[in-house]
């Protein structure tokens, strides 16, 4: 999923547009590392009935090579600009780890969300939560990054130090204020000019519509005539748009943490939001009735109080140990990214008391696991910047100022505690190099087979309501609720992770939707 949330101080300039699993991309890292290393194989490819100029693609034959235990790595081309496939290439990475056994039902395509997570490393690093071990001994699980992502060729933009800066320097004057705006615009440029010299043409070309594409294109390279996959908050997304072009070759496919394609990027801004808002008070109700809560008094209070906090932060930024400031925008980066997971809910106890006594390491920890920064000061991969470029190249940008005006007064209703921070319009991608040429709009994937779409009740990130919208949209789509709280139910809910197996493994769509609890 994408999410303003992924912003920090003049990381704020690219839409308030969404964020995905946990921050952008979370998962439990599991030690799978292990086991026999795999012998090298070739994939036959399928027969596509494609134009010639993309036979060298559709035909390409991958070689299969042993990589990190028991894992099988490999890279594939594909055009730079599929309207121009005589053109350049670009490379993308692969992994998979082979199907341990039972019958064999082709191969399972994952994408953790974003965009711009490494669906190359989820598998790598956590194969059994990027899909259960009933699945994988079916299918060959394989993990790709899209083309501006993780290990294929990359969006490049910032170092570390001015990634630094970027996402956590405070901008300097009042919010809001004319000199504000000026460098926060400022800013947004200059990024944007950094991202097109160091990636090059590729920029240009970062698209979802794109990636779908390549996704076609893979999935006929491994050998498939349907494409089978789970996709996560953005992923969702990316396998929307790939049904909606290729409904012919869409095989079992779940979307976990559904966007809604009709969505604009005020729409999303907004949603998230109210979904943010919502999941605080969720945390606050529950913080309420615990003996060990941290505030006294009312739910309600206690948010007043969080909204205090912000606007002191901004006033009187507090000092971290390593010199850096924490201002709003990375305090509520830290607060976001326990609100991805209910478990993860007392984080946020010790989140609000440190930094009401003054404090801002603990603050600064949270908001760099949800950036990836490393204690050293690096960055572990480059999710900050391909959610920029991917996010910017989806939604075009809203200028016109009597509009924005109109959207803020909405926005600060809707969440009076996230909202007023997201109030400046779509300055990071008016700013971009190469604007959005996409119209949102609603999908259908005519003519597809079953498509299951996961939503549930009490997800921040992306709200439930784009679950229902999405599932009504596809003409074979098929809702399953998970009434709970945090972002994607299969990790989550044992109801879901049953429907959800059972379904990849005997086809098996439900009568009607299950309405999970647990």
């Known amino acids: 999923m994408r999410t303003a949330s992924r912003t920090g101080a003049l990381a704020a300039v690219v839409l308030a547009t969404a964020l995905a699993l946990s921050g952008c991309v979370t998962w439990f890292v599991d030690a799978q ?49 599929w309207n121009d496939p005589t053109g350049d290439t670009i490379e993308l990475a692969l992994i998979k780890k082979p199907a341990s056994g039972g019958e064999r039902l082709g191969s399972l395509f ?41 290990h294929s060729d990359a969006v490049r933009c910032l170092t570390d130090a001015e990634r630094d800066a970027w996402l956590y ?29 160091n990636t090059g043409p590729l920029l240009e070309h970062i698209d979802t519509e794109s990636t779908t594409r390549d996704l076609d294109m893979l999935r006929a390279a ?71 809560c941290w505030f006294d008094g009312s739910a309600d209070s206690a948010l007043t109080g969080i909204q ?73 991969d480059n999710l900050i910047e391909s959610f920029n470029a991917i996010s910017c190249a989806d939604y075009p940008a809203q200028t016109d100022p009597g509009v924005i005006a109109e959207q803020n007064e909405k926005l600060i209703e809707a969440s009076p505690t996230v909202g007023p921070y997201w109030t400046f319009g779509d300055i990071g991608c008016a700013e971009w190099p190469y604007p959005s040429t996409r119209v949102p709009g609603p999908v259908t994937a005519a003519g597809s087979d079953p498509i299951l779409v996961v939503g549930t009740t009490g ?21 399953v609720t998970f009434e709970g709280e945090g972002h994607t139910a299969y990790n989550s809910s044992s109801c879901v992770a049953a429907v959800v197996d059972d379904y990849f493994l005997t086809g098996t769509v439900p009568a009607s939707d299950p309405e999970c609890t647990s």
């Open 33 to 81: 590392r292990g086991g026999s290393p795999s012998a090298p194989t070739t994939s036959t490819p399928t027969a596509e009935d494609v134009p010639a100029d993309l036979q060298r693609f559709y035909g390409q034959v991958l070689e299969w090579q042993p990589c990190s235990g028991s894992f099988l790595c490999t890279t594939a081309i594909a055009p730079l600009d």
């Open 110 to 150: 994952v994408n953790p969300g974003g965009p711009g997570g490494s669906a190359y490393d989820m598998v790598e690093q956590s194969a059994d939560f990027a899909a259960h071990p009933e699945v994988q001994q079916s299918y060959d699980l394989i993990g790709y990054d899209p083309r501006g992502t993780g």
């Open 169 to 197: 320097d405070i901008i300097p004057g009042e919010r809001g204020s004319k000199e504000w705006i000026e460098a926060y615009t400022k800013a947004a440029a200059d990024f944007g000019a950094k991202c097109a010299e």
């Open 222 to 292: 491994v050998g498939d005539t349907k494409l089978n996959y789970l996709g996560y908050s953005y992923g969702t997304f990316l396998g929307a748009i790939y049904a909606d072009n290729f409904p012919d070759k869409v095989g079992r496919m779940v979307l976990d943490g559904a966007e809604d394609p009709r969505s604009s990027g005020f729409d999303i801004t907004i949603s998230q939001a109210a979904g943010f808002e919502n999941a605080l008070k969720s945390y606050l109700a529950d913080c309420a009735s615990r003996s060990d």
């Open 308 to 380: 205090k906090l912000l606007a002191q932060v901004d006033e009187s930024p507090v000092r971290a140990s390593d010199g850096r400031e924490l201002g709003s925008s990375s305090l509520l980066t830290a607060i976001f990214y326990p609100l991805y997971n209910e478990s993860s809910w007392p984080y946020l106890d010790t989140l609000f008391t440190s930094v009401a006594d003054g404090q801002a390491d603990y603050a600064f920890q949270l908001a760099d696991a949800y950036n990836s920064r490393n204690p050293d000061g690096s960055y572990a």
């Open 459 to 479: 997800d921040p990130a992306t709200p439930y309501a784009w679950a229902e919208a999405l599932a009504d949209q596809l003409e074979n789509g098929h809702l």
